[in-house]
Antibody, heavy 119, light 107 residues
Framework: QVQLVQSGAEVKKPGSSVTVSCQASGGSLSSYAINWVRQAPGEGLEWMGGIIPVFDTPKYAQKFQDRVTITTDESANTAHMELNSLRSEDTAVYYCATARSAYGPTVSWGQGTLVTVSS | DIQLTQSPSFLSASVGDRVTITCRAS??????LAWYQQKPGKAPKLLIY???TLQSGVPSRFSGSGSGTDFTLTISSLQPEDFATYYCQQLNSYPPTFGGGTKVEIK
């Protein structure tokens, strides 16, 4: 299974942007569906979007459609998730996670990146 | 979007107890359901996929069943390391939604 290591914690001001990175080892990210999932403090898991092999373009949850961009850098075997127009409600742990197929379960998870949005 | 309703949301049990968690989908999802375990401060861990297939390395006391709209996760004999929060996820259609979670605590 691929191992995923995410970038470190971030503190951001409301209205700004954040990019979280996810570097893979032990396999090529291009072989997997790459998902981003977030978890607000004390809350459940929320799928944000992903790069899914069967779709031509990244797939995003409607809630984040206008604010999130997910990309991959194949040369660096790294995925990135950029979230714009941050607000306090975006304070959460953000996870990258990979699946073997578009409709398969997420087997490998990164360690999570805490993003704190505060003025 | 497909909604997943887990019950109970909180469960208090003792070591050795048999525990059952249910997950109901707002529409049929065949067997495209996965179960995850999450401990505080850690990423979720896949336990079961395709409703009833045990992920490699997961103890056999965990089992899953169901298809269509109703699913269950059963822990046959609860162990100390099983106290955690459990989530179901549907993989039938995008977005792949999660249930609200079931927190299993020590009685």
């Amino acid at each position: 299974q691929v191992q995923l290591v995410q970038s470190g914690a971030e503190v951001k001001k409301p209205g700004s942007s954040v990019t979280v990175s996810c570097q893979a080892s032990g396999g090529s990210l291009s072989s997997y569906a790459i998902n981003w999932v977030r978890q607000a403090p004390g809350e459940g898991l929320e799928w944000m979007g992903g790069i899914i092999p069967v779709f031509d373009t990244p797939k995003y949850a409607q809630k984040f459609q206008d604010r999130v961009t997910i990309t991959t850098d194949e040369s660096a075997n790294t995925a990135h998730m950029e979230l714009n127009s941050l607000r306090s409600e975006d304070t959460a742990v953000y996870y990258c996670a990979t699946a073997r197929s578009a409709y398969g379960p997420t087997v490998s998870w990164g360690q999570g990146t805490l993003v704190t949005v505060s003025s | 979007d497909i909604q997943l309703t887990q019950s109970p949301s909180f469960l208090s049990a003792s070591v050795g107890d048999r525990v059952t968690i249910t997950c109901r989908a707002s529409q049929g999802i065949s067997s495209y359901l996965a179960w995850y375990q999450q401990k505080p401060g850690k990423a979720p861990k896949l336990l079961i996929y395709a409703a009833s297939t045990l992920q490699s390395g997961v103890p056999s006391r965990f089992s899953g069943s169901g298809s269509g709209t109703d699913f269950t996760l059963t822990i046959s004999s609860l162990q100390p390391e099983d106290f955690a929060t459990y989530y179901c996820q549907q993989l039938n259609s995008y977005p792949p939604t999660f249930g609200g979670g079931t927190k299993v605590e020590i009685k």
